[in-house]
């Protein structure tokens, strides 16, 4: 079992920034990939960013790209997604997630994040 643990989440203007972290603990020696996801009310869940934990390659949805940043701290077992230029649109729940090499995946509680003035 993989356990995820979300932080960092709040309230921020437009504009601003804010720095999520997860820190996974448990088995973690066939994780492959780590991320987040997000859902704003009365939507779907969203791809955010990934990356690989090997390679430290990442990848981001349309909507990140340029404005946020994924990265790991292998020593600490640690994600971190930065955000920055923040918009009221991306006011939603944000989730770690954690993606084994079989494809079986760990979900974190969610952290509130709200853009608002």
């Known amino acids: 079992q993989v356990q995820l643990v979300e932080s960092g989440g709040g309230l921020v203007q437009p504009g601003g920034s804010l720095r999520l972290s997860c820190k996974a603990s448990?088995?973690?020696?066939?994780?492959?990939?780590m991320g987040w996801h997000r859902q704003a009310a009365g939507e779907r869940r969203e791809l955010v960013a990934q990356?690989?934990?090997?390679?430290?390659?990442?990848f981001y949805g349309h909507f990140a790209e340029g404005r946020f940043t994924i990265s790991r701290d292998l020593t600490q077992n640690t994600v971190v997604l930065e955000m920055n230029n923040l918009k009221p649109e991306d006011t939603a729940v944000y989730y770690c997630?954690?993606?084994?090499?079989?494809?079986?995946?760990?979900w974190g509680q969610g952290t509130q994040v709200t853009v608002s003035s």
């Open positions: 997630s954690a993606e084994r090499y079989d494809g079986a995946d760990y």
């Open positions: 990356i690989r934990v090997g390679s430290g390659d990442a």
């Open positions: 448990g088995m973690l020696f066939n994780i492959n990939v």
